[in-house]
RNA sequence: GCGCCCGUAGCUCAACGGAUAGAGCACUUGACUACGGAUCAAGAGGUUACAAGUUCGAAUCUUGUCGGGCGCACCA
């Protein structure tokens, strides 16, 4: 029985009191079932008593004495007691409990999934990095955990695309290029340029590739370098985030934004809409009308865009592609852009609070052996994204940014994550999936047919089978708070319990029969448990874009 | 000055408004002639920055104070 389950049965049991006539108040929709930490107040609890009590003027402890008495009554309930100010701990019986094995089997890689956010189609666009260098551990905190809520937000039901908004336009683009050609001839590259190593790497690639260029009248040749550079860029770029396991739907160039006349398309809309207005020879959006604190300029006074007509455009565009959702991950340094992108939606005729969505992540502070790491792009003193997964692999790195929540702000200690791997929560998690796979492929050796077996799930009566029939249980609600709240850290966070229970399970309670033993109802049961462990924990991790080997 | 985020164990961090605030690392001590010891068990470590308020109940919500990060362009 999962939480959910128990949810229906507790609601029928309040309808139940209702309709004796003990309890004045509607049947709420949702009934909070919790998992008690202290596992002595039984496996589940409820606080529907502490919360209706008021409403329906009855104490809450009467009326959680009637909710338990119902409750005792239900099937698959061996106890449900009062305690505290009003709470209701239900004990399951183990057949119930054990029953979710089969369950889990059953649903395979469903498992986990649901259906709160079906119907609403939701674009996701994080990084959007310049192509005009790689990509460094401030992009790399959003290409894990932006991934993570994309694939989440999908298991919730949502229909997902993943999306890269290439800043392929303006001063820094030409800045990139004069860099490299700079660097091209052997001369210094100017002051206000990029000044990485790997500036000079894609001026010996792009030479050798093209020796001609070099001869190229220099207005001509910058633009040349600089289109060579992009090309080059964007696809280690792409590469990079390809190794990682962070797939995008779409790269979208805000340059194609202009040539395709989506700009002008997106600028007509807001005028349509009736807040552009022109002022000291530029034109603006009243930005202000919905809690901007500024308004905003689209056009200059010179007749150029700016980047924030891109912005408004490209909103536009997402919409008109049927994105209902538009969601922006975004770098602590652009918090200002919060309110900004709400005015935008709204200027646009749309819902500031279901149309767009803007988070906030944290920057990533990175200390080496506790000194601190000042990241710098132009100076080239960068941690890039290769760097770190070169250093400890793709599902270390992933998992170490998605543990934590995107809004705290986040020190990693790059000699702790290159040089204590194996303390790494990630293998741990690992570590439980390889195990079950083990036993797993043991009982396959021993010629165990398991899922032929009659499975008795009244066999699962020992406590720690109890402990990680419980965490099993808790993985679709995990995931449903997961997407709603946009936090996969938590399904991290609950791998990880999930593994501690599984290996102080199979720290207690024997799984196969040994080498004289005969083969007990008990060896099946804890195989289906196995099994369901095993889907859990794959489930969870792939969510995550994190590998689940079967051996280590 | 205004705005956003954050202050929890020595360190890095958890905790739908729920019961005795939890993990990992580091420290102390135990457990393999058993399916993977990358494991498990036990110990120690806290005035949840501070102060009021809201209620059955606050690390969580409100307000204020202090401390830290980041931002306040006709830049991109």
């Known amino acids: 029985m999962t939480p959910e389950e128990l949810a229906v049965v507790v609601r029928g049991a309040l309808a139940e009191l209702a309709a004796r006539g003990d309890l004045f108040v509607a049947v709420p929709d949702d009934v909070h079932i919790e998992r008690p930490r202290n596992r002595d107040h039984g496996d589940y609890a409820t606080n529907a008593a502490l919360t209706l009590a008021k409403q329906a003027g009855i104490p809450p402890r009467e009326l959680a004495t009637a909710l338990a008495e119902a409750l005792t009554a239900c099937k698959g ?22 029953e979710l094995a089969r369950g889990i089997v059953t649903a395979g890689v469903a498992f986990g999934t649901g259906t709160a956010l079906a119907g609403r189609t939701v674009n996701v666009e994080f990084i959007s990095a310049n192509p005009t260098g790689p990509l460094h551990l401030g992009h790399t905190r959003w290409a894990a955990v932006g991934d993570a809520i994309a694939r989440v937000l999908a298991a919730a039901g949502a229909t997902v695309a993943k999306e890269f908004y290439i800043n392929d336009r303006g001063v820094q683009m030409d800045k990139f290029g004069a860099s490299v050609m700079a660097a091209a001839h052997g001369k210094p590259v100017p002051e206000d340029g990029y000044h990485g190593g790997y500036i000079l790497d894609l001026a010996a690639e792009i030479t050798a590739a093209e020796p001609a260029i070099l001869q190229l009248p220099e207005e001509e040749q910058l633009i040349a370098f600089r289109e060579a550079a992009y090309g080059l860029q964007l696809r280690q770029q792409q590469s990079v985030l390809r190794i990682f396991h962070t797939e995008f739907d779409v790269w979208y160039s805000e340059r194609s934004l202009h040539d395709s006349g989506a700009v002008v398309k997106g600028l007509d809309k807001l005028r349509g809409q009736g807040h552009v207005f022109e002022l000291d020879g530029a034109t603006w959006l009243r930005t202000t009308d919905f809690g901007d604190d500024k308004d905003r300029v689209l056009i200059k006074a010179d007749g150029e865009y700016t980047y924030f007509a891109s912005d408004t455009a490209y909103y536009v565009d997402k919409r008109d592609r049927g994105f209902d959702l538009c969601v922006y991950l975004l770098g602590a340094d652009h918090h200002g852009y ?34 601190e790491v000042k990241l710098s792009k132009r100076a080239g003193n960068i941690v890039t994204l290769e760097d770190l997964v070169d250093e400890v692999g793709v599902d270390a790195a992933r998992y170490s940014l998605i543990r934590y929540p995107a809004d705290s702000p986040l020190t990693l200690d790059l000699e702790v994550i290159t040089q204590r791997t194996s303390d790494n929560p990630v293998f741990y998690v690992q570590y ?54 946009r936090e996969p850290h938590r399904v991290a966070r609950y791998l990880e319990d999930t593994a501690t229970a599984y290996h102080r399970f199979y720290d207690a309670c024997r799984v196969l029969p040994r080498g004289d033993e005969q083969l007990e109802p008990e060896h099946i049961a804890r195989l289906w448990l196995c099994a369901a462990t095993r889907q859990v924990i794959f489930n969870g991790l792939t969510m995550l874009g994190v590998s689940a080997p079967e051996r280590m």
């Open 77 to 98: 309930i061996e106890s449900a007691e009062i305690a505290g100010p009003g709470f209701v701990n239900i004990r399951l019986d183990d057949a119930a409990q054990g």
């Open 338 to 371: 919060v309110n900004r992108l709400r005015a935008v939606a709204a200027c646009a005729g749309d819902d500031m609070d279901n149309n767009v969505e803007v988070l906030i992540g944290q920057l990533v502070k990175i200390v080496r052996g506790g000194e």
């Open 432 to 485: 439980a999936h390889a195990r079950v796979c083990s036993v797993l492929r043991n009982a396959e050796e021993l010629g165990i047919d398991w899922r032929s077996a009659n499975f008795d799930p009244s066999q699962l009566s020992h406590p720690r089978e109890g402990e990680l029939l419980g965490a099993l249980g808790q993985f679709p609600r995990v995931v449903a708070s997961a997407a709603e709240l």
